[in-house]
C-alpha cells in the first residue's frame, strides 16, 4: 500500500475562503494537456520532523471524458519515498489547488495584507467591535487595526495580546466588517451593541492603546533582531 494519499482541497477551500485559494470549477474545466497544476499529496510517516503533506505540481496528460485527469508528477518529492519525479498520478478537480490559468484577484490575494488584531478576536471567538484605519507601517500593513472593543486598558497595554495577521485570517473568523475594507485611512467603525450593525465613528481613545502596544511590539522585535 502506498503512504501517500492525495486531499481532497474542496472543504477546505470551503471553510478558509479567506486564506485558501481553490481554483473554480470553472477555471479547472479549462485546464489541458502539458498544462501543470498543484495537488496536495499527504503521507505517513515516522519523522516527528514530517509536515502532513507536500504540495507538488503534475504535468496534466490526459483530462478523461468523466472530468478525471492523469500526469505525472513534475516534482522530486522530499518526505514521501515510494513516490518520484515522473510516476503516473490519477486525481479529480477536488484535488487541484493551483493551475496555469489562476484568478489573481480572488479572496485571497484580495486580503493578503496584514493587519494588527487583538487575540480576543483571533483566539477567543469575539466578534470584532472597532476597527480603524492608519497609514501603513510598513509594505504589507494594510493600516487596518482591529478589536472586539471590549479589551481593557490593561490588555490593550500587553502587546502579546496583540497579532499581526493578514486580514484575511480575521475574515475567517468574523467577515462582518468586510465591506469597509476599502475605507481610507483616518476611517473608524464601531458595532453598534443595540443593532448589531457598524457605523463609522470617532478615533478612539483606545487607539492610543493600541498604537502604544504597537510601538512596543516593534522595539522588542527589533532588539531581537
Given at each position: 500500500?502506498p503512504?501517500?494519499r492525495?486531499?481532497?482541497?474542496d472543504p477546505?477551500?470551503?471553510e478558509?475562503?479567506?486564506t485558501?485559494?481553490?481554483?473554480?470549477r470553472?477555471?479547472?474545466?479549462?485546464?489541458?494537456?502539458g498544462?501543470?497544476?498543484?495537488?496536495?499529496?499527504?503521507?505517513?510517516?515516522?519523522?516527528?520532523?514530517?509536515?502532513?503533506?507536500?504540495?507538488?505540481?503534475?504535468?496534466?496528460?490526459?483530462?478523461?471524458?468523466?472530468?478525471?485527469?492523469v500526469?505525472?508528477?513534475?516534482?522530486?518529492?522530499?518526505?514521501i519515498?515510494?513516490?518520484?519525479?515522473?510516476d503516473l498520478?490519477?486525481?479529480g478537480?477536488?484535488?487541484?489547488?493551483?493551475?496555469?490559468?489562476d484568478?489573481?484577484?480572488n479572496?485571497?490575494e484580495r486580503?493578503?495584507?496584514r493587519?494588527y488584531?487583538?487575540?480576543?478576536?483571533?483566539?477567543d471567538?469575539?466578534?470584532?467591535?472597532?476597527?480603524?484605519?492608519e497609514?501603513?507601517?510598513?509594505?504589507?500593513?494594510s493600516?487596518w487595526?482591529?478589536?472586539a472593543?471590549?479589551?481593557?486598558?490593561e490588555?490593550?497595554?500587553?502587546?502579546?495580546n496583540?497579532a499581526y495577521?493578514s486580514l484575511?485570517?480575521v475574515?475567517?473568523r468574523?467577515d462582518?466588517?468586510r465591506?469597509?475594507?476599502d475605507?481610507?485611512?483616518?476611517?473608524?467603525f464601531?458595532?453598534?451593541?443595540?443593532?448589531?450593525?457598524?457605523?463609522?465613528?470617532a478615533?478612539s481613545?483606545r487607539r492610543?492603546?493600541?498604537?502604544?502596544a504597537l510601538?512596543?511590539?516593534?522595539?522588542?522585535?527589533a532588539?531581537?533582531?
Open positions: 500500500m503512504t501517500w492525495l486531499r481532497d482541497a477546505i477551500a470551503a478558509h475562503p479567506y485558501f485559494y481553490k481554483p473554480s470553472e477555471v479547472i474545466a479549462t485546464v489541458s494537456p498544462e501543470t497544476v498543484k495537488l496536495i499529496f499527504e503521507f505517513d510517516s515516522e519523522d516527528a520532523e514530517a509536515p502532513e503533506a507536500e504540495r507538488m505540481w503534475v504535468v496534466v496528460e490526459k483530462v478523461l471524458e468523466d472530468g478525471e485527469f500526469g505525472r508528477l513534475d516534482n522530486e518529492p522530499h518526505w519515498k515510494d513516490l518520484a519525479a515522473g498520478v490519477a486525481f478537480a477536488c484535488h487541484i489547488i493551483n493551475t496555469e490559468r484568478d489573481d484577484d479572496l485571497v486580503y493578503i495584507k493587519c488584531v487583538t487575540n480576543r478576536v483571533l483566539e471567538g469575539c466578534r470584532v467591535g472597532y476597527l480603524y484605519r497609514d501603513p507601517d510598513r509594505e504589507d500593513d493600516g487595526r482591529i478589536t472593543n471590549d479589551e481593557s486598558d490588555y490593550m497595554d500587553d502587546s502579546e496583540l495577521v484575511g485570517a475574515l475567517s468574523d462582518s466588517f465591506e469597509f475594507l475605507s481610507p485611512a483616518g476611517s473608524a464601531i458595532r453598534n451593541t443595540s443593532t448589531g450593525q457598524f457605523e463609522s465613528a478615533l481613545s492610543s492603546y493600541l498604537t502604544l510601538l512596543i511590539s516593534v522595539v522588542v522585535v532588539g531581537c533582531g
